[in-house]
Every structure is written in C-alpha cells, then in structure tokens.
C-alpha cells in the first residue's frame, strides 16, 4: 500500500495568513493526489485533484503543487470559514489511501 | 444537482454483519461516467477506503477488508449498498458514500460529492 503522510498534524494560524500543508507519498504517485477539506460533524469536500486542478466552485485561495512524492496544499489569505481538517488522498493505485490529516486551527 | 444519503442501523453487534445503503438523488447510478464509493472515518481518526463498485457490476475493495466486503446495485432504486460482514468493535466508524470520478486513463481522480455520513457502532 502507498503510505501518505501529512505534515504538520496541526497548525495555529489568523485570518489573512498563507497555510502551507506538506503530503508526502511512500512511493511516486506521478500527479494523482487529491485535497479534502472536512470540518467538524461534517463530510469531506474535494478542494483539489490531480494535484493541482482546482475543484468547481473552490475559491481560488485554494491551490495545490506537487508531483511525484511531494505535495502542498496552500491556502492564501485564510479566512474564518478555512478553520478545518484538511486531507490528502493518493489516486495512483489501489487501495486508495488517505494522509492521516492536518488540522488547521486558530 | 446530486446528492447521496446513507441509511442503516446505527448499532450493530459484534460478528454480525454491517449493512448499510446509500441513496442516490440528482442523478442516476447507471451513468457510465461514475463508480460509487464507500468510506469509513473511525472516531477521531482518518480516512479509511472501502471499496467501489460500477454500474456493470466491477468493483474495487480494499484488500484488508475485502474478505468480508460485499458491494451491490438496485438500479431501479437508483441506490447502492455496503454489506462487512464478522464485525468488531474496530469496525465503528462513520461510514461515508461517495460518487468517484475516473479520469479517462483509470485514475479515481476524487470523491465528489459525498453523503453526510452514518455513524455504525458495533457493541453488545
């Protein structure tokens, strides 16, 4: 199985930062990875897929990078409703497998 | 616009079998575009796969669960269903269906949109 770790698990940030999150894969993934965005009680919502393709209907702060086994995830200019759960997914081959998720918090 | 809904009991005891459905609106699970996923998330911890299945039938499981995995379809429901059978406590978790979008070369290139998610616990 392809191992996906994110880092950091955690991360303290204001309104108006830029959030970095690190996915890193245990083998190549070429540019199939996608990014979840999931709050509290709630579903995950794709932000992200093919690495660097932005979601219909995902604002632009949002983008993603990356190919191979390293990958980012950068929020520009965080706002209240950013405060979440983010998540990475490799799409390269089955099983599919999910990073263990960063949190983003005030 | 699609939207899906899981159903199921919500307690389940220990060796018995999990069944849940997920109900389909919006759009139809015969499109040749699609599989149809199924995710788990056990409490406070991450994302764990399942498995998918198409509307010919194929499917995809996640080897470790795939001996007591069993997907299926009711096209004339416009529903698709989960059935993991010898549960144990290591099986509660909220349960997520979701539609999976392949790219033309095979890749499942997301999970979009979800269902709101179903809490299973399994205990006696």
């Known amino acids: 199985d392809i191992q996906m770790t994110q880092s950091p698990s955690s991360v303290s940030a204001s309104v108006g930062d830029r959030v970095t999150i690190t996915c890193r894969a245990s083998q190549g993934i070429s540019r199939w990875l996608a990014w979840y965005q999931q709050k509290p009680g709630k579903a995950p919502k794709v932000l992200i897929y093919a690495a660097s393709s932005l979601q219909s209907g995902v604002p632009s702060r949002f983008s993603g990078s990356g190919s191979g086994t390293d990958f980012t995830l950068t929020i520009s200019d965080l706002q209240p409703e950013d405060f979440a759960t983010y998540h990475c997914q490799q799409a390269h081959s089955f099983p599919l497998t999910f990073g263990g998720g960063t949190k983003v918090e005030i | 616009q699609l939207q899906l809904q899981e159903s199921g009991p919500g307690l389940v005891k220990p060796s018995e079998t999990l069944s849940l459905t997920c109900t389909v609106s919006?759009?139809?699970?015969?499109?040749?575009?699609?599989?149809w996923g199924w995710i788990r998330q056990p409490p406070g911890k991450g994302l764990e796969w399942i498995g998918d299945i198409y509307y010919s039938g194929s499917t995809h499981y996640n080897p470790s669960l795939k001996s007591r995995v069993t997907t299926s379809l009711d096209m004339s429901k416009n529903q698709f269903s989960l059935k993991l059978s010898s549960v144990t406590a290591a099986d509660t978790a909220v349960y997520y269906c979701?539609?999976?979008?392949?790219?033309?070369?095979?890749?499942?290139?997301?999970?979009?949109?979800w269902g709101q998610g179903t809490l299973v616990t399994v205990s006696s």
């Open positions: 919006g759009g139809s699970i015969s499109s040749s575009s699609y599989y």
């Open positions: 979701a539609r999976v979008c392949y790219d033309g070369s095979g890749y499942p290139l997301r999970f979009d949109p």
